[in-house]
């Protein structure tokens, strides 16, 4: 009998797409907090249009920031830098709307006997699998690999037509062993000058895609959409509004993985919805990275103003060589898993999160994340030993 083709897809976003901006400037403002009050509380949203960044959000600090040029800096980074985008760092307007944060909220936070409570109730999902060298998976990678491509190409000139704005999306054929073996399907989108598109198409296909990705997944049947409308002139936020916390499936794990619905750009690390996710992928990929499971999804979940989770959940997919009750136990034996716990292990009051603003906050061998750490392997590799 003939078997079934299984296909899986997987998206990302240039450091250009308006829900990025969004997100970049959220942790910008968290960093540039955080540098001079680590015990900052901070919650820190941002919608973008055209000519306009709004910044809301409840923040207690001891420090000042000059929110507005906080903005600014970052959005000439990115690269909206010209008039003609509808988005210029020097020309837009920045209207601020920071309270602090709700006493009700910060008596569960802060507690009186000095310890740390959940910044709210949640679940939280941590994944890893050995697809890729960086324990993700390889959709999501590829696609990742894809748009930094893209920024790079804009960045350096080799393709001096680009701007800021783009997206990318890969679909991978996976074989009987779950396995990915070819690429169904590209698909990138690229802002760009009014030109040629067919020209367009060959520099972005030979620049980009070929580049990136390896030459034994893509054969005859591959499928490849290169500006599929035809014209991506207009964009950036001009063209879409952005809102911070709109791309939480491109910050994790593709889709590949469940999600607890939590954003994590602009909120401090006594937010689980952050520190908690972080802590649940660390956990996920030690268990995968001791050959114990070749792939594990953790869940965390916590009530607000509890200083510990109410449940942890290992799900390995039948994939692993112990029990993943075995899995738990060992989890709650070795590791601290509060909100104060986590940040203590992580070190996570320090101004670290810009740069996870883009290009997913899981698998970034670029970045020293200390969530990436295998400092677990050995405790995880005595169970089948």
Same mark, same amino acid.
């Given at each position: 009998?003939?078997? #079934? ?62 929110i507005e040029q906080v903005v600014r800096d970052t959005v000439t980074k990115i690269g909206y830098t010209r008039g #003609? ?74 393709l001096p037509f680009l701007r800021p704005d783009g997206k990318a999306q890969v679909t991978l054929e996976y074989d ?30 030979? $620049? ?71 802590? $649940? ?11 114990i499971a070749s792939s594990c999804e953790v869940q965390l979940a916590y009530v607000i103003g509890v200083d510990y ?77």
């Open positions: 009998m003939e078997m #079934k083709k299984r296909l899986f897809t997987s998206e990302s976003v240039t450091m250009g797409h308006p829900d990025k901006v969004c997100d970049r400037i959220s942790d910008a403002i968290l960093d540039a907090i955080l540098k001079d009050d680590p015990d900052a509380l901070v919650a820190c949203e941002v919608l973008v249009t055209t000519g306009l960044v709004l910044v809301a959000g409840e923040i207690d600090t001891e420090t000042y920031v000059d #003609k985008f509808g988005f210029d760092a020097d020309n837009l307007a920045v209207l601020t709307a920071i309270h602090e944060q709700s006493p009700d909220i910060k008596m569960g936070v802060l507690k009186k006997d000095g310890s740390l409570g959940a910044g709210d109730q949640g679940i939280m999902f941590g994944f890893a699998c050995d697809e890729t060298a960086n324990y993700m998976p390889l959709t999501l990678e590829l696609a990742h690999q894809l748009v930094r491509r893209i920024d790079e190409a804009r960045r350096t000139k080799i009987q062993n779950n396995l990915p073996f070819r690429c169904e399907a590209i698909v990138v989108s690229v802002q760009h000058q009014d030109m040629d598109i067919t020209e367009l198409r060959e520099q972005v296909e030979k $620049a980009v895609i070929r580049k990136v990705i390896p030459a034994n997944l893509i054969d005859e049947k591959t499928k490849i959409f290169i500006n599929p409308t035809g014209k991506f002139v207009i964009g950036g936020p001009r063209a879409d509004t952005g809102l911070t916390g709109r791309k939480v499936i491109v910050d994790t794990y593709g889709g590949y993985a469940r999600h607890g619905g939590g954003a994590f750009s602009g909120k401090d690390p006594s937010k689980v919805d952050r520190s908690a996710s972080y802590m $649940a992928r660390y956990l996920a990929k030690n268990i995968v990275a001791s050959k989770p109410v449940s942890i959940s290992v799900e390995t997919f039948n994939s692993a060589r112990v029990s993943e009750e075995q899995l738990v136990e060992t989890i709650y034996q070795h590791v601290d898993l509060s909100p104060q716990g986590i940040i203590d292990r992580f070190e996570l009051k320090r101004p670290i999160y810009e740069k996870t603003s883009f290009y997913g906050h899981m698998g970034r061998e670029d970045l020293n994340l200390p969530w990436e750490k295998l400092d677990l392997v050995d405790i995880f590799a005595k169970l089948i030993k």
